[in-house]
């Protein structure tokens, strides 16, 4: 059974953005009507109902996070809708953009009320340029119609938002770098603390969210937090957007509950196996995550079941690989994305990389040895406990959980041990 929902996205498909009419039709704008309406402790409270957890990766709880935030004193704050989605696999947030870019302005400017900001800034990669236009156009009519600008609604809250460019480097999507880039400085994380929520976009208090958590908050705000908790599971409420990918039938994006099993993701929402094929592994998250074997298919999608077998939802990407994929070929890709990625700030991440590609060379040319191999798994482990950012930490996951599940098949290239 296909137990795609229509929750966050409720209204792909049925406005283009010059239409911002046929979204308030279709209830529009009485997400941030609610907020401004009820007030700050009401947004938070709703916030803490839904459960909602940053849709970024970092899965911290939106209402901790935001209550926090808004207690923090300053002259300026900003608040940064990071649409900087450079995962590879990953494409929920583009989509979200695409098809319904209104609910994710409605729900920066949540961000922005319940933060204490007048302005709002959308930092899109480089590589969605085709999206500039028309975000910039969304804020134009948004600002003409009355929910942005000045006196929004009537209430006195002004809060505007401005479009930036990333260019086109992967660790941009940590908050720190991306701030960085948006200074115009080379985009390289920064030392922490302090912490952007306390010193970010020009030294002021700046608070981040994903593109995806905004459009839940508006969607939550304007459904109820308890109508939107009937969604999930207990401890993973509400839906998720996904991105499914690889070889499977039908990849896409899709809304799906919390608690399907990954084995229901693949075969009754993506149609299964291309070829029919058996499936070999999966990797979630991202590039970053890592691999799972077969065996874990009917582990169900959410929070609490994933992390208990040493998984995680990360940036919601679901890539499947079948039976004829090399987990060698595999590595290599993930290892040059790392390397060709690496900011080059830190010697463990730019180093360590260096050398795990040249030692993944020869074991795709069957000219690695074994302590070729006790050096791969050396590396990756310094790697990511030495790494000064999430990138570094994370580009040897595939790696080490390669080593845990595969290891006869990295063997096998090993010439030592083929000659036994
Ligand atoms: S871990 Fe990698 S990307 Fe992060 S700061 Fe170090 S070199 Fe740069």
Redesign the pocket.
Same mark, same amino acid.
């Given at each position: 059974m296909n137990r795609t929902q229509k929750v966050i996205t409720e209204n792909f498909n049925t406005y283009k953005v010059e239409q911002i009419d046929k979204y308030i039709e279709n209830g529009g704008f009485q997400g941030l009507k609610n907020a401004l309406e009820k007030g700050k402790d009401f947004i938070i409270d709703e916030l803490n109902i839904s459960g909602l957890r940053g849709r970024g990766g970092a899965a911290y709880p939106t209402g901790k996070k935001w209550n926090g935030g808004r207690q923090t004193h300053a002259d300026v704050k900003y608040v940064l809708c990071n649409a900087d989605e450079g995962e590879p696999a990953t494409f929920k947030d583009r989509e979200l953009l695409v098809k319904d870019p209104y609910k994710v302005l409605e729900g920066l400017a949540i961000s922005g009320y319940t933060f204490g900001a007048k302005e709002g800034f959308i930092y899109i990669r480089e590589e969605y340029e085709f999206l500039h236009d028309k975000i910039r156009k969304a804020i134009k009519l948004a600002e003409e119609n009355g929910y942005l600008g000045k006196n929004i609604l009537g209430t006195g809250f002004d809060f505007s938002i401005k479009v930036f460019s990333g260019a086109g480097a992967y660790?941009c999507g !940590?908050g720190s770098?991306l701030i960085e880039s948006m200074e115009g400085k080379a985009g390289?994380?920064r030392m922490k603390p302090p912490r952007i929520g306390v010193a970010g976009y020009m030294g002021k208090p700046t608070q981040s969210n994903n593109v995806e958590t905004l459009a839940i908050v508006a969607t939550v705000l304007k459904m109820g937090a308890v109508n939107y908790a009937k969604y999930g599971t207990e401890k993973s409420i509400g839906t998720k957007m996904i991105s499914l990918c690889g070889n499977v039938k039908k990849p896409g994006t899709y809304e799906i509950p919390f608690g399907m099993s990954l084995r229901e993701i693949i075969y009754d929402i993506g149609g299964g196996i291309v070829g029919d094929k058996d499936i070999k592994f999966l990797q979630l998250g991202g590039v970053s995550g890592p691999l799972m074997p077969k065996k874990y298919i009917d582990t169900k999608y959410t929070y609490e079941d994933l992390e208990a077998e040493g998984f995680g939802i990360g940036s919601g990407a679901i890539l499947v690989a079948d039976e004829t994929k090399s987990v060698i070929k595999f590595l290599e890709s993930v290892s040059y994305f790392f390397f060709h !990625? #690496? %900011? $080059? @700030? %830190?010697?463990?991440?730019?180093e360590g @990389?260096r050398q795990m590609k040249k030692l993944l060379d020869k074991m795709s040319k069957g000219t690695a040895t074994t302590k070729d191999l006790k050096n791969i798994e050396k590396i990756s482990r310094i790697?990511t406990d030495a #790494?000064?950012? $999430?990138? $570094?930490?994370t580009?040897a996951t595939a790696m080490l959980t390669a080593i845990k599940y595969f290891s006869p098949e990295l063997c096998s290239s090993i010439d030592e041990i083929k000659a036994l």
């Open positions: 660790v !940590e770098a390289r994380p !990625e #690496s %900011c $080059g @700030k %830190c010697t463990p991440c730019r @990389k790697m #790494s000064f950012c $999430g990138l $570094g930490q580009a």
